[in-house]
């Protein structure tokens, strides 16, 4: 197994606190990872061929310390934070982003039936693109809102190319079938997980939670905690790991 692509949930923390997320993120969550793991770790695994970084949460702008970590991580791989966007539009936390950029930054819609959140996202991304980070989109679909999605990423593909967004299906409750999802981006090609088709363990990608724990997936169960945070503690674990289906 040859990882390349890294996924690192920086804490547990979210203000957001959606109901169905992956990482049951709250207002209350806990952050385990300090900055300077966070860095000594991901430079560790780079150094070992891994060429991408993502940085999540919980709500990765609300970490104290992101900057740092994106400030070191920035030269040494290809970069990216999946955001819900809301820190953003704090005027502090927008002028730290300008001065500490990272390649690309995701950031999700979780509500597509919520006007005011689809508004607020559109226009941070036009923002993010402007201070010249590659923007990018999570589309969160329910099965009961395949309307209502499907007008989402009809007026977002005014914004951003068909490959600078993503169609996330609904995890543990309330998942569409990939022909629902497919509908969603009018018949056309669409980014999606790989896992949309059929649940497979994934060879090149590799998931590491809020508590250090490591899968190959970040919603499969049974997530095995590293010895050392390090690249070989990484990949020690992952072997450890017993492959099961999120669902």
Wanted: hydrophobic share 35%.
């Amino acid at each position: 197994m040859m990882i390349e692509l890294l996924s690192i949930d920086l804490s547990n923390f979210c203000s957001k606190q959606c109901s169905f997320c992956y990482n049951h993120s709250t207002r209350e969550g806990n952050t385990v990872w300090l900055p300077d793991e966070v860095i000594r770790f991901a430079s560790d695994c780079v150094s070992h061929g891994i060429k991408a970084v993502s940085l999540g949460g919980g709500e990765p702008f609300e970490y104290e310390g992101v900057f740092e970590v994106i400030d070191a991580l920035f030269t040494r791989c290809y970069l990216s934070v999946t955001s819900n966007g809301l820190p953003l539009e704090k005027a502090d936390v927008w002028e730290q982003l300008c001065l500490h950029k990272p390649d690309k930054i995701h950031l999700t819609i979780h509500q597509p039936d919520n006007k005011a959140e689809v508004a607020r996202v559109e226009r941070r991304l036009l923002k993010i693109s402007e201070i010249g980070i590659k923007p990018g989109l999570n589309l969160l679909v329910g099965a009961d809102k395949i309307e209502v999605a499907k007008d989402v990423y009809s007026r977002l593909s005014q914004t951003l190319n068909s490959d600078q967004i993503i169609l996330v299906p609904q995890r543990f409750a309330n998942t569409p079938t990939p022909r629902q999802l497919a509908s969603v981006a009018g018949g056309k090609p669409f980014q999606s997980p790989s896992c949309l088709l059929k649940c497979q363990r994934p060879s090149n990608f590799c998931s590491v939670s809020w508590d250090k724990k490591v899968n190959s997936c970040s919603f499969a169960p049974g997530k095995v905690r590293m010895e050392s945070l390090d690249y070989n503690g990484l990949v020690k674990a992952l072997d450890s790991v017993k492959w099961g289906k999120c669902q």
